[in-house]
């Protein structure tokens, strides 16, 4: 049974730098040959995704955040993770990490919990 | 970027009925469309992927129907647990990938 699970800070001041964790267990994210994506969802709205980095490293970002976006990988500790720098109101959102399924592309078949983040002064 | 336009935004039905839920791209996307559930507090599930297919678990009750440009998720007969809101996601321009705004089905 694949699991995940995000954790980080639930308030951050505007301009601070958003740091979560998304641990996965039942699955490795070395040998899963799955992509493992962030999601956000503005509290009441729709999803948005964010982006995602395979095991190897190599990461695709959503141009609308990419300036501002890390996403990171220890597969020594199952772990992934995402950086938004200078974070606005605008980032107040519910954030998942969800697993691409490794059969099917684009699709989001394991989601954490999810984590809200609310950016306020 | 394509963009995903769910209707209608709210959907009310009493338990029993059949549903029908629409999404249309702005542009043609094969048959790379997903449906995902989402009930409050919880994150979305996946119910239907690639237009037409169920994942695993889901039951038979959903279906989905489509191709090109216009999408439809159906629940056969709608029970208690279905009310939720439900989202379509294409990936046909992966990466990036892009969902619709929601439906949200409401218990009459």
């Known amino acids: 049974q694949v699991l995940l699970q995000e954790s980080g800070p639930g308030l951050l001041r505007p301009s601070q730098t958003l740091s979560l964790t998304c641990a996965v267990s039942?699955?490795?994210?070395?040998?899963?040959?799955?992509?493992w994506s962030w999601i956000r969802q503005e509290p009441g709205k729709g999803l948005e995704w964010i982006g995602y980095?395979?095991?190897?490293?190599?990461?695709y970002r959503n141009p609308s955040l990419k300036s501002r976006l890390i996403v990171s990988v220890d597969s020594s500790r199952n772990q992934f993770y995402l950086k938004l720098s200078s974070v606005t109101a605008a980032d107040t959102a519910v954030y998942y990490c969800?697993?691409?399924?490794?059969?099917?592309?684009?699709?989001?078949?394991?989601w954490g919990p999810g984590i809200l983040v609310t950016v306020s002064s | 970027e394509i963009v995903l336009t769910q209707s209608p935004a709210i959907l009310p039905m009493s338990p029993g009925e059949r549903a029908t839920l629409s999404c249309r791209a702005s542009?043609?996307?094969?048959?790379?469309l997903a449906w995902y559930q989402q009930k409050p507090g919880q994150a979305p599930k996946l119910l239907i992927y690639d237009a037409s297919n169920r994942a695993t678990g889901v039951p038979a009750r959903f279906s989905g129907s489509g191709s090109g440009t216009d999408f439809t998720l159906t629940i056969s007969s709608l029970e208690p647990e279905d009310f939720a809101v439900y989202y379509c996601?294409?990936?046909?321009?992966?990466?990036?990938?892009?969902f619709g705004q929601g439906t949200r089905l409401d218990i009459k």
């Open positions: 969800a697993r691409e399924s490794p059969s099917v592309t684009g699709i989001f078949d394991h």
């Open positions: 980095i395979y095991y190897s490293g190599s990461t």
């Open positions: 996601q294409q990936r046909s321009t992966w990466p990036p990938v892009t």
């Open positions: 039942g699955a490795s994210i070395s040998s899963d040959e799955s992509y």
């Open positions: 542009q043609s996307i094969g048959n790379y």
